[in-house]
């Protein structure tokens, strides 16, 4: 339903820009979008796309607030970290009292094959506010399989890089990475090389303002390069990737492939009965290199290594690496949890 002139006030000033105008902004008012993670990237999102009035947004997560998220994590308090609020709860009681005109939902758990079908029920456009490339693959499948428009975004120390995906009409995830997510303990992560909070708000605004054309019926207006933010050197690079779908034989995109979507791919899990741990294993996936990973997790605890596993006392949990990517995740006995400190230490 449209809504009537008295509640389109509060965004005079938006629709005062021409490609938005009284009409984008009933657009808006209609349009659905799901935030996948509310951490850095996903609390500015969630925050931008609320006060521009969207009027349905979904907000999952799996994690609980921590007082180190305050330093990038627009949306939170104090007082949500000592309450030991779910991210997503938070984000909903926050947004609510900013915007009461919007619905917004709240969903705690961790996006997997068997839920990312419902979590896209009726939804418009998909925002990446992830950690990790797992989540990231299943959300290209699941973008190409149901034909809905998603954006990546990603940021480390002050780097960050974005990119608008449109099925059928632009290059997807995969034609990027055409040799699919780097092996875990490859990449670093916040943990291991820090992050600065500017890199996120212009991740994240850059993120909100592709959703708000598509949103508002400006598709053609979307940026179909990947943008690459280099904050810290002072640099800004747009890469063209203008021939790659034509260019590439996508499993993805060309072939039909949806391994991630089916569950071929991605973490398995396993609560190990009583010894309050979940093993989390990765079929298919490249053997990591353990010498590289003690490197980037000296410092943040307590790191030892021989030829068959890497261990790290990181309170308040034990991790246990394997060459082939396997790990024991000691100290939790929740799934969810220890595919955080999974995303969060190892990477991937």
């Avoid at 960050?160 to 990475?177: F, R």
């Avoid at 708000?201 to 207006?221: D, F, M, T």
């Amino acid at each position: 339903m449209n809504q009537d002139n008295s509640a389109l006030d509060r965004y005079v000033r938006q629709m005062r820009y021409p490609p938005v105008g009284e009409e984008g902004q009933q657009k808006l008012s209609q349009g659905r979008a799901l935030i996948c993670g509310c951490g850095a990237l996903g609390s500015v999102l969630a925050n931008t796309l609320a006060r521009a009035g969207v009027g349905n947004l979904r907000l999952v997560d799996r994690d609980f607030l921590e007082t180190n998220n305050l330093q990038r994590q627009v949306l939170y308090d104090e007082q949500d970290v000592a309450a030991g609020i779910p991210k997503a709860i938070a984000a909903q009681a926050r947004l609510q009292a900013i915007n009461s005109q919007i619905n917004i939902e709240a969903v705690v758990t961790d996006v997997d094959h068997t839920n990312i079908g419902d979590l896209l029920d009726q939804v418009d456009v998909i925002l990446d506010g992830t950690d990790n490339f797992e989540t990231r693959f299943l959300l290209n499948d699941a973008a190409l399989q149901f034909g809905i428009p998603w954006i990546y975004g990603g940021c480390i120390g002050a780097e960050g890089q974005t990119m608008t995906i449109v099925p059928g009409e632009t290059p997807c995830l995969h034609c990027l990475m055409q040799g699919g997510p780097p092996p875990p303990g490859t990449t670093p992560t916040c943990d291991s090389a820090g992050i600065l909070g500017p890199i996120v708000n212009v991740i994240a605004s850059y993120q909100a303002v592709e959703a708000l054309k598509l949103l508002s019926g400006n598709q053609a207006a979307i940026n179909r390069d990947l943008t690459v933010f280099e904050m810290w050197d002072n640099r800004i690079r747009q890469v063209k990737l203008d021939g790659l779908l034509a260019s590439t034989d996508c499993p993805s995109c060309k072939q039909g492939e949806r391994p991630w979507l089916t569950g071929q791919r991605g973490s398995h899990t396993a609560v190990l009965c009583g010894r309050n741990a979940v093993q989390l294993s990765f079929p298919e996936q490249e053997a990591l290199s353990l010498p590289q990973l003690e490197e980037k997790l000296t410092g943040l605890g307590q790191v030892t290594r021989n030829q068959y596993l890497l261990r790290a006392e990181i309170e308040p949990y034990r991790i246990t690496v394997f060459p082939d990517g396997r790990a024991i995740i000691g100290g939790t006995d929740d799934i969810s949890e220890a595919k955080t400190v999974y995303a969060r230490y190892i990477g991937n």
